[in-house]
Each structure stands twice: as structure tokens, then as C-alpha cells.
């Protein structure tokens, strides 16, 4: 069984597990009618229209 010749610095351990909690860009998608981005199965921030109904009012 193969045994590390040196220890690992808590430094390098501890890099070594943080790059398991990257976390990634949140979906993007555009809006049918206004063409701005969003997240999907959201209001529109900009247009307030989700499922081709204005659901809020943005002035």
C-alpha cells in the first residue's frame, strides 16, 4: 500500500476540499416580452410578466 513520503500542509488540505464548494452562475434565460434576462420560472423584474401575464405592476 503506498504511503505519502511527506505530510500535507493544512494549507494544501484545506485548499484541496474548498474547490469541492464552488458554486456556479445561476440559469439565465430572456424574457419573451420585454428581452431582458431573468432566472427562469421567475417574474420578470423589469416588465413584471410571468407566463405571458402581467402579474406585478412596474412603474
Known sequence: MAVPKKKK???KSRSHRAAAWKLNAPA???CP???NAKT???VCPHC???K???VI???
Open 9 to 11: 500542509s493544512k494549507m
Open 28 to 30: 439565465r434565460s430572456t
Open 33 to 35: 416580452r420585454c428581452g
Open 40 to 42: 427562469p420560472h421567475t
Open 48 to 50: 413584471g410578466t410571468y
Open 52 to 54: 405571458g401575464r402581467v
Open 57 to 59: 405592476d412596474v412603474g
